[in-house]
């Protein structure tokens, strides 16, 4: 009965710490939507694309649609904290981390057709990412 009694309160306590830990990992979990969707305006043969960065571990707008060619990316920093930069890492194409109030820019070549994704060097657990779309030629 005893044996009985320590085993029921050893399974409750177990179950308490799995909820905790679930809790928690929820809590960590940015679930916060991805928007804006926007095209490149060509200037002078160069398509520039402007980029907020936020407090809440976003960019916006979240999906930018290229036509090969060359690319200037402008980030700015429109949040109050932390530094933020752009990447489209897989091709080592970054922007300076910049600080909140800030802005700073890369200029590209695209890559082949397609989608790729880009970062937050530093808040891509965060999921501060975003869907780059090279469009067919
Ligand atoms: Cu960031």
């Known amino acids: 009965m005893l044996r009985a009694r ?3 309160v050893a399974v409750t306590a177990v179950a308490a710490l799995v909820a905790a830990g679930c809790s928690n990992s929820q809590a960590s979990v940015n679930r916060r939507p991805h928007t804006g969707v926007t095209t490149a305006v060509v200037v002078g ?3 520039i694309v402007t980029v907020d960065a936020n407090d809440v571990y976003r960019f ?3 999906t930018i649609y ?3 060619g060359r ?3 402008d980030l700015v920093n429109a949040g109050k904290g932390a ?3 752009w990447s489209l890492l897989s091709f080592g194409y970054t922007t300076p981390l910049t600080g909140s109030g ?3 820019s890369i200029t590209f070549t695209t890559p082949s057709p397609g989608t790729y994704t880009y970062v937050c060097t530093i808040h891509r ?3 501060q990412t975003g869907t780059l779309v090279v469009l067919p030629d």
């Open 71 to 73: 690319v200037e990316i």
């Open 66 to 68: 290229v036509h090969p």
């Open 6 to 8: 320590f085993a029921a």
């Open 83 to 85: 530094p933020h930069d």
């Open 45 to 47: 043969g160069l398509q």
């Open 102 to 104: 800030q802005h700073s």
């Open 125 to 127: 657990n965060q999921g």
């Open 60 to 62: 916006v707008p979240s």
